[in-house]
C-alpha cells in the first residue's frame, strides 16, 4: 500500500471539533445551517477528572461528511483531525424502503466504526409530514424508530432519537429541536471528556519515560501541544498556557541540570550552533517553519524559546494580558543567554544581541498593535524594562562594530556587521510593507554612524522619559549615565558631564560609594577637558580624600590641586572656594575653661581637633572661623551638645550633604499695661540656610560646581595662622575674642591655601561660648542648716562685684534693729576669689558701730571676683512669738520700710521668724534689702490643774530644734505682782539637759490669802545655751500667758450604790447614781456678768444644766440623762440628783462622766436662733434638795421640741447653756471606779478591764 505525504494543516483556534455525518446527505444539507447556529447558543458545564473546577463551554463542530479515511489510525496523537462523533441522518418511513436499503447502509456504517473502535455516534430519525401524505400506506414514524433501536440500540437507546418537523416554526419543531441539540450537546461533551482523559493519561505516560534511553523532548513536545490545540479550540486559553507553561519549565530544568552536570542526550540537539537570529515573530498565531523544525529534532535554543513564548504572547492577548507578555517576555531574553551559556552553544559574537534587540522591538510593536496610546503611557512600567534592554544590546552593537568610536569602524568592524546583518536573514513578509520594522531598524542603525548614533539616543531618551513618568529616577539617571558613556567615546565632554552630574545626585542621596567614586572620576576627566578648573578642583579635592582610589590616583589628585593653589594669584581674581569636608573632617572642639562662659576680658582657648583626608602634608596659610555675635544675655540658648569636660564632638560626615542644624532662640511678648506674659514663642535664626531650593543651590559635596559663596565677612573672626596639616589627625589652637558681652557662635570654618581656601558654610551641632558682664550681688548665706533665734550665730557675706571693682574706702551700712543685733569683733578677715573659684588674698575687716549703722569697710577686689566674710547676728526671741513687732524707722537713705522687720510665722509646728537686713552698697543708690529666717529652737504649753480647792499652774517646754540645750533658772512670775498671790515652786532640779525633740515639765502651786484672782499674767523666764557650752553662753528665754477663771466654783462627787438586796453591782442590774454638785464660794461681783440669778423668797439661785454620758459604753442610763436644777449661790449649798444606770460589763468600771454648764433662759430681745449645741434635752430628773424648790420639768424644753419646730415664726428665743471654764469644777470621781461583778447566769462571762 503505497503511503501518501499528508499536508501540514496550519491549526489556529478556528479550528472546531470534528461531527462526521453518514446517511441521507440531501437531509443534512437542509438542516445543516440550523444545526450550525443553534448548537453554541447555550453553554454547556465541563465536568472533568482529577478534581479540576468545572467550567461552562460553549460547543461548537465542523459537520463534514462521513469517510473512513478520517477516522483515526493505531497511533495517530492528533487531536484536532479526530472525529469526536458520528451521526447517521434518515428521514425514511417506509418499512420496505428500510429493510431494503436503509437498514444495510447502517449496518455498514457502524461496521466501519467498529473496525475502528469509535463507540461516539448518534441515529437521527427525521419526521416528515410532507412525506407521509405522499405514501398511503406507511407505518407510523414510531414503527421506524421502534426497528431501528431494536436492531441497533438494544443496549443504548439514548443513541437513537428522532427530530419532528425540523424545517417547521411550530412549538412542536422548537421542542424536537431543543431535546435534540441537548442530546448532541451531551454527546459531543461526553466524547471529548473521554477522549481527552485517554490522551492525558497517554501523554502522562509518555512524560514519566523521560528518564528512559531515547525519549525525545520534541516528541513530547508536539504530543502535549495538541493537547492545548483542543483547548485552544474549545477556547479555554487558561489551560491552553498551562500546557504551554509546563514545556516551558520542563525545558528549564533540563537546561539547568545539564548546567550541573546531570544532561540529558536529547540536549544534544539543543547545543548546534546558531545560525539565523532573526528574532521572535508574534505577528502569527503560529511560527510553522519553527514548529517543523521542532517536529524533524532540527530546531535551535533560539527556535524551540522563540516558538514556544510566541504561542504563550498569543494566548496572553487572547486572555487580555498583554501586560504579562512584557514580563515574560523581559524573562525569556534573559533566560536565553544564560542557557545559552550552560549549554555551551557556539554563537557569532554580537548575534545574540541582535536576536535580543529584535525581540523586544517585536515584542513591543505587538504590544502597540493590541493596547490604545492612553493604555500604552498608563502601563510604561510594564514596557520600559524592554526599552532599556534594545538600547543596552543596540549600545553593545555600537561597540562591537565600532560605530561609537571617534574615527568610525574600521575594516574589521565592517566584516563584522556584514556577518550579522547575514544571520539576520531575509525580512519576513508580515514586516516587509512596516517602515519602521525591527528589521529595518536594526539594519539601518548598523549602516551608518550617523543612523547609529540617531537610533541609539532615540531609544535611550525614550527609556529615560518613561522612567521619569512613572517616577523611577534612579533608572532613568543610570541610563543618563550609559548617555554620558557613549558622548565621552564620541569626544562630547559637555554633554557627558550634565548626565553625570544628574547620575551623581542618586549615588550621593543612596549612598552608593563605588559608583559615587567612578562617576567622580569621570566628571572629573570631562571637566578638565572643558577647562573648568573651579569644579574641577572641587571634584579632584572630593577623589584625593576618596579611600576607594588607590593610594597614586589619591596623589594624583591632590597634587593637582596643589598645584593649582601655588600659583600666583592674578589681579581681579577670586580665591577658589573647595568644600572643606573634602580636606578634614572635625572631631572634637575643647573650651578652657570646660564652661564656656567667661567674663568680658578674660582668656578662653578653644582647641579644635581635625582629621585631614588628603594623603599629602598640606600647608595653609591661615586657618579662620567666622563667629556670629548676639547680645541675648548669657544663659538664653543651650548648649545640650557641649559636655562637661567642655568638649563638643562632631559626628562623622556621610557621603550625604548634612543639612545645617536648627538654630532656635526664645521669642517672648510682655503686656504693655501689667509687663506680664502675653505670647510665647520660638524663631529660628538661620532660616537662609534652611529655606532654600535643594536644587538650585549646588552642594559642595556634588562635585559639580564650586561653592560661590566664601567666608562671610563677620565681626569677630579666630585666626590661627602657619597651619600643616599631616594625613590624619591634628590640633588647632585658638583665641577667641572677649571684648563683648553676649553669645559668640561659630558659624564658618575657612583654610587658605594660596588661590584656593575650603570652606565649611555650617557647623553641627551648634558650637557657642557666652562672655557675660555681670552686675553686683549681695547675698548672706547662712552657715548651718538653720539658724537658731536667741543664740548668736554664723552668718557669711558673699559679694559677686561683677564689672564693678570696690575700690579702697568703699563701705558696706547695716541698719541695726534690737530685734537682730550684729554682733562683731576686730579680729575678721574677708577672702577674695576669681572667678575660677581660687583664693587670691585674704585681707582684714574695719568694722564700726553706732546706734544705728554698722559700718564694714571692704578692701580693694577687681572686677569679677568674688569677696566674702563672717559676721556674728542674735536674733532676739520675742516674749509672745505669735505677736509680730512692725516697726517703721527709717533706713540710712531715708527711705521708709513698710513692711515688718520681724515677722514670725508657723511652719510644721516651728515659730520662725523672718528678719529684714536693709544693706547701702558703694555701687547702687538704692538700699538692698535681704531676709534671714530665723527657727526659735522651743515651743512652750501651760495648763492649769486643780485639786480641790487648790491650784497648780504647769509649763511644758519642748525642744523643737535638733540641737541638745542646757536648761537652768526656770522661773513664773505674775505680772500684777499681787501680794497676797505667791507661786510655790514645785521643781527639784535647777539645771537640765533637753535634748532634741524632748519636753520639760515644769509644776508651780498657786497660793492665795485673799480671795482668788480672777484672771493672771504670768511670765515664764529660763536660761539656756547649747549643751556643751559654759555658762557665759546663756542666753534669756522667756514666754507670756494669762490664765482665767482660777478659782474652783463647783465640785462634784458621784456614788453608785447597788439595787436593793444586792452587796454588790452586778452587770445587767439596774444601780442607784448619786450626784452631789457643792457651790464652793460665795458669787463675786465679777461673776454677775456670767451667770443669771433669780431671788426667790430671798434665796438667791442660779440655774445649772448637768449631763450624765459614758464615751466608753460601759453604763446604759436609764431615763433622764441631763436636766436642769436651780442652785443656790450660796456657800457650801449642795444639790444631789439620783438616776438609775446599768452596768452592761463586768470588772473594775470607771465612773460614767459628770459635766455643769450654766443654764441661761431665752432673752426677749433674741433675734438670733442659737445652734443644735445650745438647746437644752428634755430630761426631767428628781432633785432632793430641802428648802429647795424642784425645777418644773415643764420649764426645760426639750432639744427636739426646740430645734425641729418649724410651726412657729423664725427667729424664736430659746435657752442656751454656756460652758463653764475647766478650773471651775472639780470632779472627785473622775478617776474613781466600781467593782461589778458577772450575773446570776454563769455560761458567759464578760469581764472589762480598764
Same mark, same amino acid.
Given at each position: 500500500?503505497?503511503?501518501?505525504?499528508?499536508?501540514?494543516?496550519?491549526?489556529?483556534?478556528?479550528?472546531?471539533?470534528?461531527?462526521?455525518?453518514?446517511?441521507?446527505?440531501?437531509?443534512?444539507?437542509?438542516?445543516?445551517?440550523?444545526?450550525?447556529?443553534?448548537?453554541?447558543?447555550?453553554?454547556?458545564?465541563?465536568?472533568?477528572?482529577?478534581?479540576?473546577?468545572?467550567?461552562?463551554?460553549?460547543?461548537?463542530?465542523?459537520?463534514?461528511?462521513?469517510?473512513?479515511?478520517?477516522?483515526?489510525?493505531?497511533?495517530?496523537?492528533?487531536?484536532?483531525?479526530?472525529?469526536?462523533?458520528?451521526?447517521?441522518?434518515?428521514?425514511?418511513?417506509?418499512?420496505?424502503?428500510?429493510?431494503?436499503?436503509?437498514?444495510?447502509?447502517?449496518?455498514?456504517?457502524?461496521?466501519?466504526?467498529?473496525?475502528?473502535?469509535?463507540?461516539?455516534?448518534?441515529?437521527?430519525?427525521?419526521?416528515?409530514?410532507?412525506?407521509?401524505?405522499?405514501?398511503?400506506?406507511?407505518?407510523?414514524?414510531?414503527?421506524?424508530?421502534?426497528?431501528?433501536?431494536?436492531?441497533?440500540?438494544?443496549?443504548?437507546? +439514548?443513541?437513537?432519537?428522532?427530530?419532528?418537523?425540523?424545517?417547521?416554526?411550530?412549538?412542536?419543531?422548537?421542542?424536537?429541536?431543543?431535546?435534540?441539540?441537548?442530546?448532541?450537546?451531551?454527546?459531543?461533551?461526553?466524547?471529548?471528556?473521554?477522549?481527552?482523559?485517554?490522551?492525558?493519561?497517554?501523554?502522562?505516560?509518555?512524560?514519566?519515560?523521560?528518564?528512559?534511553?531515547?525519549?525525545?523532548?520534541?516528541?513530547?513536545?508536539?504530543?502535549?501541544?495538541?493537547?492545548?490545540?483542543?483547548?485552544?479550540?474549545?477556547?479555554?486559553?487558561?489551560?491552553?498556557?498551562?500546557?504551554? +507553561?509546563?514545556?516551558?519549565?520542563?525545558?528549564?530544568?533540563?537546561?539547568?541540570?545539564?548546567?550541573?552536570?546531570?544532561?540529558?542526550?536529547?540536549?544534544?540537539?539543543?547545543?548546534?550552533?546558531?545560525?539565523?537570529?532573526?528574532?521572535?515573530?508574534?505577528?502569527?498565531?503560529?511560527?510553522?517553519?519553527?514548529?517543523?523544525?521542532?517536529?524533524?529534532?532540527?530546531?535551535?535554543?533560539?527556535?524551540?524559546?522563540?516558538?514556544?513564548?510566541?504561542?504563550?504572547?498569543?494566548?496572553?492577548?487572547?486572555?487580555?494580558?498583554?501586560?504579562?507578555?512584557?514580563?515574560?517576555?523581559?524573562?525569556?531574553?534573559?533566560?536565553?543567554?544564560?542557557?545559552?551559556?550552560?549549554?555551551?552553544?557556539?554563537?557569532?559574537?554580537?548575534?545574540?544581541?541582535?536576536?535580543?534587540?529584535?525581540?523586544?522591538?517585536?515584542?513591543?510593536?505587538?504590544?502597540?498593535?493590541?493596547?490604545?496610546?492612553?493604555?500604552?503611557?498608563?502601563?510604561?512600567?510594564?514596557?520600559?524594562?524592554?526599552?532599556?534592554?534594545?538600547?543596552?544590546?543596540?549600545?553593545?552593537?555600537?561597540?562591537?562594530?565600532?560605530?561609537?568610536?571617534?574615527?568610525?569602524?574600521?575594516?574589521?568592524?565592517?566584516?563584522?556587521?556584514?556577518?550579522?546583518?547575514?544571520?539576520?536573514?531575509?525580512?519576513?513578509?508580515?514586516?516587509?510593507?512596516?517602515?519602521?520594522?525591527?528589521?529595518?531598524?536594526?539594519?539601518?542603525?548598523?549602516?551608518?554612524?550617523?543612523?547609529?548614533?540617531?537610533?541609539?539616543?532615540?531609544?535611550?531618551?525614550?527609556?529615560?522619559?518613561?522612567?521619569?513618568?512613572?517616577?523611577?529616577?534612579?533608572?532613568?539617571?543610570?541610563?543618563?549615565?550609559?548617555?554620558?558613556?557613549?558622548?565621552?567615546?564620541?569626544?562630547?565632554?559637555?554633554?557627558?558631564?550634565?548626565?553625570?552630574?544628574?547620575?551623581?545626585?542618586?549615588?550621593?542621596?543612596?549612598?552608593?560609594?563605588?559608583?559615587?567614586?567612578?562617576?567622580?572620576?569621570?566628571?572629573?576627566?570631562?571637566?578638565?577637558?572643558?577647562?573648568?578648573?573651579?569644579?574641577?578642583?572641587?571634584?579632584?579635592?572630593?577623589?584625593?580624600?576618596?579611600?576607594?582610589?588607590?593610594?597614586?590616583?589619591?596623589?594624583?589628585?591632590?597634587?593637582?590641586?596643589?598645584?593649582?593653589?601655588?600659583?600666583?594669584?592674578?589681579?581681579?581674581?577670586?580665591?577658589?572656594?573647595?568644600?572643606?569636608?573634602?580636606?578634614?573632617?572635625?572631631?572634637?572642639?575643647?573650651?578652657?575653661?570646660?564652661?564656656?562662659?567667661?567674663?568680658?576680658?578674660?582668656?578662653?582657648?578653644?582647641?579644635?581637633?581635625?582629621?585631614?583626608?588628603?594623603?599629602?602634608?598640606?600647608?595653609?596659610?591661615?586657618?579662620?572661623?567666622?563667629?556670629?555675635?548676639?547680645?541675648?544675655?548669657?544663659?538664653?540658648?543651650?548648649?545640650?551638645?557641649?559636655?562637661?569636660?567642655?568638649?563638643?564632638?562632631?559626628?562623622?560626615?556621610?557621603?550625604?550633604?548634612?543639612?545645617?542644624?536648627?538654630?532656635?532662640?526664645?521669642?517672648?511678648?510682655?503686656?504693655?499695661?501689667?509687663?506680664?506674659?502675653?505670647?510665647?514663642?520660638?524663631?529660628?535664626?538661620?532660616?537662609?540656610?534652611?529655606?532654600?531650593?535643594?536644587?538650585?543651590?549646588?552642594?559642595?559635596?556634588?562635585?559639580?560646581?564650586?561653592?560661590?559663596?566664601?567666608?562671610?565677612?563677620?565681626?569677630?573672626?579666630?585666626?590661627?595662622?602657619?597651619?600643616?596639616?599631616?594625613?590624619?589627625?591634628?590640633?588647632?589652637?585658638?583665641?577667641?575674642?572677649?571684648?563683648?558681652?553676649?553669645?559668640?557662635?561659630?558659624?564658618?570654618?575657612?583654610?587658605?591655601?594660596?588661590?584656593?581656601?575650603?570652606?565649611?558654610?555650617?557647623?553641627?551641632?551648634?558650637?557657642?561660648?557666652?562672655?557675660?558682664?555681670?552686675?553686683?550681688?549681695?547675698?548672706?548665706?547662712?552657715?548651718?542648716?538653720?539658724?537658731?533665734?536667741?543664740?548668736?550665730?554664723?552668718?557669711?557675706?558673699?559679694?559677686?562685684?561683677?564689672?564693678?571693682?570696690?575700690?579702697?574706702?568703699?563701705?558696706?551700712?547695716?541698719?541695726?534693729?534690737?530685734?537682730?543685733?550684729?554682733?562683731?569683733?576686730?579680729?575678721?578677715?574677708?577672702?577674695?576669689?576669681?572667678?575660677?573659684?581660687?583664693?587670691?588674698?585674704?585681707?582684714?575687716?574695719?568694722?564700726?558701730?553706732?546706734?544705728?549703722?554698722?559700718?564694714?569697710?571692704?578692701?580693694?577686689?577687681?572686677?569679677?571676683?568674688?569677696?566674702?566674710?563672717?559676721?556674728?547676728?542674735?536674733?532676739?526671741?520675742?516674749?509672745?512669738?505669735?505677736?509680730?513687732?512692725?516697726?517703721?524707722?527709717?533706713?540710712?537713705?531715708?527711705?521708709?520700710?513698710?513692711?515688718?522687720?520681724?515677722?514670725?510665722?508657723?511652719?510644721?509646728?516651728?515659730?520662725?521668724?523672718?528678719?529684714?537686713?536693709?544693706?547701702?552698697?558703694?555701687?547702687?543708690?538704692?538700699?538692698?534689702?535681704?531676709?534671714?529666717?530665723?527657727?526659735?529652737?522651743?515651743?512652750?504649753?501651760?495648763?492649769?490643774?486643780?485639786?480641790?480647792?487648790?491650784?497648780?499652774?504647769?509649763?511644758?517646754?519642748?525642744?523643737?530644734?535638733?540641737?541638745?540645750?542646757?536648761?537652768?533658772?526656770?522661773?513664773?512670775?505674775?505680772?500684777?505682782?499681787?501680794?497676797?498671790?505667791?507661786?510655790?515652786?514645785?521643781?527639784?532640779?535647777?539645771?537640765?539637759?533637753?535634748?532634741?525633740?524632748?519636753?520639760?515639765?515644769?509644776?508651780?502651786?498657786?497660793?492665795?490669802?485673799?480671795?482668788?484672782?480672777?484672771?493672771?499674767?504670768?511670765?515664764?523666764?529660763?536660761?539656756?545655751?547649747?549643751?556643751?557650752?559654759?555658762?557665759?553662753?546663756?542666753?534669756?528665754?522667756?514666754?507670756?500667758?494669762?490664765?482665767?477663771?482660777?478659782?474652783?466654783?463647783?465640785?462634784?462627787?458621784?456614788?453608785?450604790?447597788?439595787?436593793?438586796?444586792?452587796?454588790?453591782?452586778?452587770?445587767?442590774?439596774?444601780?442607784?447614781?448619786?450626784?452631789?454638785?457643792?457651790?464652793?464660794?460665795?458669787?463675786?461681783?465679777?461673776?454677775?456678768?456670767?451667770?443669771?440669778?433669780?431671788?426667790?423668797?430671798?434665796?438667791?439661785?442660779?440655774?445649772?444644766?448637768?449631763?450624765?454620758?459614758?464615751?466608753?459604753?460601759?453604763?446604759?442610763?436609764?431615763?433622764?440623762?441631763?436636766?436642769?436644777?436651780?442652785?443656790?449661790?450660796?456657800?457650801?449649798?449642795?444639790?444631789?440628783?439620783?438616776?438609775?444606770?446599768?452596768?452592761?460589763?463586768?470588772?473594775?468600771?470607771?465612773?460614767?462622766?459628770?459635766?455643769?454648764?450654766?443654764?441661761?433662759?431665752?432673752?426677749?430681745?433674741?433675734?438670733?436662733?442659737?445652734?443644735? +449645741?445650745?438647746?437644752?434635752?428634755?430630761?426631767?430628773?428628781?432633785?432632793?434638795?430641802?428648802?429647795?424648790?424642784?425645777?418644773?420639768?415643764?420649764?426645760?424644753?426639750?432639744?427636739?421640741?426646740?430645734?425641729?419646730?418649724?410651726?412657729?415664726?423664725?427667729?424664736?428665743?430659746?435657752?442656751?447653756?454656756?460652758?463653764?471654764?475647766?478650773?471651775?469644777?472639780?470632779?472627785?470621781?473622775?478617776?474613781?471606779?466600781?467593782?461589778?461583778?458577772?450575773?446570776?447566769?454563769?455560761?458567759?462571762?464578760?469581764?472589762?478591764?480598764?
Amino acid at each position: 500500500m503505497e503511503t501518501h505525504e499528508e499536508k501540514p494543516i496550519i491549526y489556529t483556534m478556528e479550528n472546531k471539533p470534528i461531527v462526521t455525518c453518514a446517511g441521507d446527505q440531501t437531509l443534512f444539507t437542509a438542516l445543516y445551517t440550523s444545526l450550525t447556529q443553534q448548537l453554541p447558543r447555550e453553554p454547556m458545564e465541563w465536568r472533568r477528572s482529577y478534581g479540576r473546577a468545572p467550567k461552562m463551554i460553549y460547543l461548537e463542530a465542523n459537520f463534514v461528511q462521513f469517510k473512513e479515511e478520517l477516522l483515526p489510525k493505531e497511533g495517530n496523537k492528533a487531536l484536532l483531525t479526530f472525529p469526536f462523533l458520528h451521526i447517521y441522518w434518515t428521514d425514511c418511513c417506509d418499512t420496505e424502503v428500510y429493510k431494503a436499503s436503509v437498514k444495510e447502509d447502517m449496518q455498514r456504517w457502524q461496521g466501519v466504526l467498529r473496525l475502528h473502535g469509535s463507540a461516539d455516534w448518534l441515529i437521527v430519525v427525521v419526521e416528515n409530514d410532507n412525506k407521509k401524505k405522499n405514501k398511503t400506506n406507511i407505518l407510523p414514524r414510531t414503527s421506524i424508530l421502534d426497528k431501528i433501536r431494536n436492531d441497533f440500540c438494544n443496549k443504548q437507546s +439514548d443513541r437513537c432519537v428522532s427530530l419532528s418537523e425540523p424545517l417547521k416554526e411550530s412549538s412542536r419543531s422548537q421542542e424536537s429541536w431543543s431535546s435534540f441539540l441537548t442530546k448532541l450537546r451531551t454527546l459531543l461533551l461526553m466524547s471529548f471528556t473521554r477522549n481527552l482523559g485517554r490522551f492525558e493519561d497517554d501523554m502522562r505516560t509518555l512524560r514519566e519515560k523521560r528518564t528512559e534511553p531515547g525519549w525525545s523532548f520534541c516528541d513530547y513536545f508536539m504530543v502535549q501541544e495538541e493537547l492545548a490545540f483542543v483547548f485552544e479550540m474549545l477556547q479555554q486559553f487558561e489551560d491552553a498556557l498551562v500546557q504551554y +507553561d509546563e514545556l516551558d519549565a520542563l525545558f528549564t530544568q533540563y537546561v539547568l541540570n545539564f548546567g550541573a552536570g546531570d544532561g540529558a542526550n536529547w540536549l544534544c540537539s539543543f547545543c548546534q550552533p546558531v545560525r539565523s537570529w532573526n528574532g521572535l515573530l508574534l505577528r502569527r498565531p503560529i511560527d510553522m517553519e519553527k514548529r517543523d523544525l521542532i517536529q524533524r529534532g532540527d530546531a535551535s535554543l533560539l527556535d524551540l524559546r522563540s516558538y514556544l513564548f510566541s504561542r504563550q504572547c498569543t494566548l496572553l492577548i487572547f486572555l487580555q494580558r498583554p501586560w504579562e507578555v512584557t514580563a515574560r517576555a523581559l524573562e525569556l531574553l534573559h533566560t536565553c543567554v544564560q542557557e545559552l551559556r550552560l549549554l555551551e552553544v557556539s554563537v557569532v559574537c554580537g548575534a545574540l544581541d541582535c536576536w535580543v534587540f529584535l525581540s523586544c522591538l517585536e515584542v513591543l510593536h505587538r504590544i502597540e498593535g493590541c493596547c490604545e496610546r492612553s493604555q500604552l503611557e498608563a502601563n510604561y512600567s510594564h514596557t520600559v524594562g524592554l526599552w532599556t534592554y534594545a538600547t543596552e544590546k543596540l549600545k553593545a552593537l555600537g561597540d562591537l562594530c565600532g560605530l561609537v568610536s571617534e574615527n568610525g569602524p574600521n575594516s574589521e568592524d565592517l566584516n563584522r556587521t556584514v556577518d550579522l546583518l547575514a544571520g539576520l536573514g531575509a525580512e519576513r513578509p508580515e514586516t516587509a510593507q512596516s517602515l519602521q520594522s525591527p528589521y529595518k531598524k536594526l539594519k539601518e542603525a548598523l549602516s551608518s554612524v550617523e543612523a547609529f548614533e540617531k537610533h541609539y539616543l532615540e531609544l535611550s531618551h525614550a527609556a529615560m522619559e518613561m522612567y521619569r513618568a512613572i517616577g523611577r529616577l534612579r533608572s532613568a539617571r543610570l541610563l543618563g549615565k550609559s548617555l554620558a558613556e557613549f558622548y565621552m567615546r564620541k569626544g562630547d565632554p559637555q554633554s557627558a558631564e550634565l548626565f553625570l552630574l544628574d547620575s551623581l545626585k542618586s549615588f550621593v542621596s543612596e549612598s552608593w560609594s563605588l559608583p559615587l567614586t567612578h562617576t567622580r572620576r569621570q566628571i572629573a576627566e570631562c571637566q578638565k577637558q572643558l577647562q573648568k578648573m573651579d569644579e574641577y578642583l572641587q571634584t579632584s579635592a572630593l577623589l584625593a580624600s576618596d579611600t576607594n582610589l588607590s593610594h597614586e590616583e589619591r596623589k594624583h589628585f591632590c597634587q593637582e590641586i596643589l598645584t593649582f593653589a601655588s600659583q600666583p594669584e592674578g589681579k581681579g581674581q577670586a580665591k577658589v572656594s573647595l568644600s572643606m569636608s573634602s580636606l578634614a573632617v572635625l572631631q572634637e572642639l575643647i573650651f578652657c575653661p570646660a564652661s564656656a562662659v567667661v567674663h568680658v576680658g578674660a582668656e578662653l582657648q578653644m582647641e579644635l581637633h581635625v582629621c585631614s583626608l588628603q594623603p599629602l602634608p598640606v600647608c595653609v596659610q591661615q586657618f579662620s572661623a567666622a563667629l556670629h555675635f548676639s547680645t541675648d544675655p548669657p544663659g538664653t540658648h543651650r548648649r545640650s551638645t557641649q559636655q562637661a569636660s567642655g568638649s563638643v564632638v562632631f559626628p562623622a560626615l556621610s557621603p550625604v550633604s548634612v543639612s545645617p542644624a536648627l538654630e532656635l532662640c526664645e521669642v517672648t511678648e510682655l503686656s504693655p499695661s501689667d509687663s506680664a506674659l502675653s505670647s510665647a514663642g520660638v524663631a529660628c535664626k538661620n532660616t537662609h540656610l534652611l529655606m532654600r531650593r535643594p536644587d538650585s543651590a549646588t552642594s559642595l559635596q556634588m562635585g559639580g560646581t564650586a561653592a560661590t559663596s566664601a567666608l562671610e565677612e563677620a565681626e569677630h573672626m579666630l585666626r590661627a595662622t602657619d597651619v600643616t596639616l599631616q594625613p590624619g589627625h591634628n590640633t588647632i589652637s585658638f583665641s577667641a575674642p572677649s571684648q563683648k558681652p553676649g553669645t559668640y557662635t561659630l558659624r564658618q570654618l575657612c583654610a587658605t591655601l594660596g588661590r584656593v581656601q575650603f570652606v565649611l558654610p555650617h557647623l553641627y551641632p551648634v558650637v557657642q561660648y557666652e562672655v557675660y558682664s555681670q552686675e553686683p550681688q549681695l547675698s548672706i548665706q547662712p552657715l548651718t542648716e538653720c539658724l537658731l533665734a536667741g543664740l548668736p550665730q554664723q552668718v557669711q557675706f558673699l559679694i559677686q562685684t561683677g564689672h564693678y571693682s570696690v575700690k579702697k574706702g568703699d563701705a558696706l551700712q547695716l541698719s541695726n534693729t534690737d530685734s537682730m543685733p550684729v554682733l562683731h569683733t576686730h579680729t575678721c578677715s574677708a577672702r577674695i576669689r576669681n572667678s575660677s573659684g581660687d583664693v587670691v588674698c585674704e585681707s582684714a575687716l574695719s568694722i564700726q558701730s553706732s546706734e544705728k549703722v554698722t559700718s564694714i569697710s571692704l578692701p580693694a577686689t577687681p572686677a569679677y571676683h568674688t569677696l566674702e566674710f563672717q559676721l556674728e547676728v542674735l536674733c532676739r526671741i520675742p516674749a509672745c512669738p505669735a505677736a509680730a513687732r512692725v516697726e517703721s524707722e527709717r533706713l540710712t537713705n531715708g527711705q521708709i520700710s513698710h513692711r515688718a522687720r520681724s515677722r514670725s510665722r508657723y511652719s510644721s509646728g516651728t515659730t520662725i521668724i523672718d528678719q529684714k537686713v536693709s544693706i547701702d552698697c558703694p555701687w547702687s543708690i538704692y538700699s538692698t534689702l535681704l531676709s534671714l529666717t530665723f527657727h526659735v529652737p522651743f515651743k512652750v504649753k501651760h495648763s492649769l490643774l486643780t485639786a480641790g480647792r487648790r491650784k497648780f499652774i504647769q509649763v511644758c517646754l519642748q525642744n523643737v530644734s535638733n540641737t541638745n540645750f542646757r536648761l537652768t533658772n526656770q522661773t513664773l512670775t505674775e505680772n500684777q505682782h499681787t501680794p497676797s498671790l505667791e507661786l510655790l515652786s514645785l521643781n527639784t532640779k535647777t539645771h537640765c539637759v533637753v535634748f532634741s525633740q524632748q519636753c520639760v515639765f515644769s509644776v508651780w502651786e498657786l497660793r492665795w490669802n485673799d480671795a482668788p484672782p480672777v484672771s493672771l499674767q504670768c511670765v515664764f523666764s529660763a536660761s539656756f545655751a547649747p549643751a556643751d557650752a559654759p555658762d557665759t553662753h546663756l542666753k534669756p528665754y522667756t514666754h507670756q500667758f494669762s490664765l482665767e477663771r482660777v478659782s474652783t466654783v463647783y465640785s462634784v462627787r458621784a456614788d453608785i450604790r447597788p439595787a436593793a438586796g444586792d452587796a454588790e453591782c452586778r452587770c445587767g442590774s439596774l444601780c442607784r447614781l448619786e450626784v452631789s454638785i457643792t457651790r464652793l464660794t460665795e458669787h463675786t461681783d465679777a461673776e454677775r456678768s456670767d451667770e443669771e440669778y433669780s431671788d426667790t423668797d430671798g434665796l438667791r439661785t442660779c440655774r445649772l444644766l448637768y449631763e450624765v454620758m459614758d464615751n466608753s459604753s460601759n453604763w446604759a442610763v436609764c431615763g433622764k440623762s441631763s436636766g436642769v436644777v436651780s442652785m443656790p449661790t450660796a456657800a457650801m449649798a449642795t444639790h444631789k440628783v439620783q438616776m438609775e444606770i446599768m452596768p452592761l460589763f463586768a470588772g473594775s468600771l470607771p465612773f460614767p462622766s459628770i459635766r455643769l454648764f450654766r443654764y441661761l433662759p431665752h432673752q426677749a430681745n433674741a433675734s438670733v436662733q442659737p445652734d443644735s +449645741d445650745s438647746c437644752v434635752e428634755s430630761d426631767s430628773v428628781s432633785v432632793v434638795e430641802r428648802g429647795v424648790e424642784e425645777c418644773d420639768s415643764a420649764s426645760v424644753r426639750s432639744r427636739s421640741s426646740v430645734c425641729s419646730s418649724s410651726d412657729g415664726p423664725r427667729g424664736l428665743p430659746m435657752p442656751r447653756r454656756q460652758a463653764l471654764g475647766p478650773a471651775q469644777v472639780f470632779s472627785s470621781t473622775q478617776s474613781r471606779q466600781v467593782r461589778v461583778l458577772p450575773a446570776a447566769d454563769h455560761h458567759q462571762l464578760e469581764i472589762n478591764v480598764t
